[in-house]
């Protein structure tokens, strides 16, 4: 009972330092979103020279798109017009941080970590860009992509606030949710069961602390936003702050799902300077942190790791309340659309006895930003009725009256995804 209460008392505590910082975060990506899309991206990214992948790290910092969502909006401006080295550059840029994953630094980690975090994540874009420029002069020339609809559409994009709000407090929640969670609920559990020195004690030098930390993020996922509650409780089990940097740079940025799909759209040597470009950036930007930067500046004292983040929290405890309940809304809210209870109960009650149901086999979706793409997608166009897509099984379910093939396999490939026919 004891570690319950504990546990619980962990996991609210971090969710209140959290989350109006979320929750503004939330809109910023919703504004983002509303101001910027893929066309506008491809147009200052197509070509293989530093401005270009200078440009699309730069773009890349702020968006709110994690491993998985960045891989089909990168493979997608690639088709699209996009240099392989942009791409790799705004492949490495993005997920390691966003408008949302900074203001939540600030409030955990507090403001060094909250500027460092994007530059790092600038640097080791331009440095995985720059080196994949080496691979593409060896490379025998490929064969020209499909022109994609992104470098023919010409129309400007107006912003639209019910958009804005849309997008950051539905889509991109739909996205975050469960790993926001999961990334809560791993931090309380250290904090509980990790002994307050235990990497002092143990693990003493930054430099192995790193290197641990590098292999352990490496194959597991773990979002931007996710990873700093995280990051914060091992730095007070004694992690150094270079080697939390190194967790919070990796663990964004790389896993199983990203490298197998990195790796079979742009080729075995992208893939090499992908990973090797982070590893390398996380280590030096972690030694820069632990030996070159004053110490003062990232290690709290023994009395604020009590209280990680209160040094730098000037919010009242109703407003830090009212955003954790809000948030909480949020998450459930997406949990239900998730489950796809509400367009299930729809399509019962109101499908047309003409209405019939074809599975398609698609490729490419590896998240659950993908499925909310993917189904977003088809679901716009006319007369139809139910859609559902599963990442796993690499299937869309779709029910409908008069289904046109032609037109559903033009959406799902326009946004980025393999289109491989009917299955039943």
């Given at each position: ?93 993005t997920p390691q941080t966003g408008v949302d994953s900074i203001l939540a630094t600030y409030s955990l980690l507090g403001l060094p970590f909250a500027i460092i975090r994007p530059i790092v994540a600038l640097l080791t874009g331009i440095l995985g860009g720059y080196a994949s420029t080496f691979v593409e ?288």
């Amino acid at each position: 009972m004891e570690f319950l209460r504990s546990f619980t008392h962990e996991f609210v505590r971090l969710s209140m330092e959290m989350s109006f910082w979320l929750l503004l975060g939330f809109l910023f990506a919703g504004i983002l979103h509303a101001y910027i899309n893929r066309e506008t991206i491809a147009r200052y990214i197509g070509k293989s020279d530093f401005k270009s992948i200078f440009t699309a790290a730069l773009l890349g910092v702020p968006l709110p798109l994690c491993s998985c969502g960045v891989i089909p909006t990168a493979l997608a401006i690639h088709k699209g017009g996009a240099s392989k080295s942009a791409s790799i550059s705004f492949l490495i840029a993005t997920p390691q941080t966003g408008v949302d994953s900074i203001l939540a630094t600030y409030s955990l980690l507090g403001l060094p970590f909250a500027i460092i975090r994007p530059i790092v994540a600038l640097l080791t874009g331009i440095l995985g860009g720059y080196a994949s420029t080496f691979v593409e002069r060896k490379e025998i020339s490929s064969p020209t992509l499909p022109a994609s609809p992104l470098t023919k559409s010409k129309s400007k994009r107006r912003f639209s606030l019910w958009e804005a709000l849309r997008y950051g407090f539905s889509e991109f929640m739909d996205d975050l949710s469960k790993w926001l969670l999961i990334g809560l609920s791993l931090a309380a559990l250290m904090s509980v069961l990790i002994p307050a020195d235990f990497f002092q004690t143990q693990v003493a030098n930054p430099f192995l602390q790193m290197l641990i930390v590098l292999a352990a993020a490496i194959p597991i996922y773990v979002c931007a936003t996710g990873s700093i509650p995280i990051a914060m409780v091992l730095m007070m089990k004694g992690l150094s702050p270079g080697a939390a940097l190194v967790f919070l740079m990796a663990g964004p940025a790389i896993n199983i799902a990203s490298i197998t799909v990195i790796g079979k759209a742009l080729g075995r040597k992208a893939l090499i300077s992908y990973i090797l470009s982070i590893a390398l950036g996380a280590i030096l930007a972690g030694l820069f942190i632990d030996y070159v930067l004053p110490a003062d500046l990232f290690i709290l004292s023994d009395t604020e790791m009590a209280h990680a983040g209160h040094q730098h929290r000037f919010l009242p405890e109703w407003l830090e309340i009212t955003s954790a309940i809000v948030l909480g809304v949020l998450i459930l809210s997406s949990f239900i659309r998730k489950s796809n209870i509400i367009p299930k109960i729809h399509t019962m009650l109101f499908s047309s006895s003409q209405s019939n149901t074809i599975t398609l086999k698609v490729r490419g979706m590896t998240c659950n930003h993908c499925k909310m793409r993917v189904e977003k997608a088809i679901r716009k166009l006319d007369k139809i009725e139910f859609v559902e897509a599963d990442v796993n099984a690499e299937t869309v379910k779709i029910t409908g009256n008069e289904l046109d093939l032609v037109q559903i396999q033009r959406e799902i490939e326009s946004n980025g995804y393999e289109f491989h026919g009917k299955i039943s």
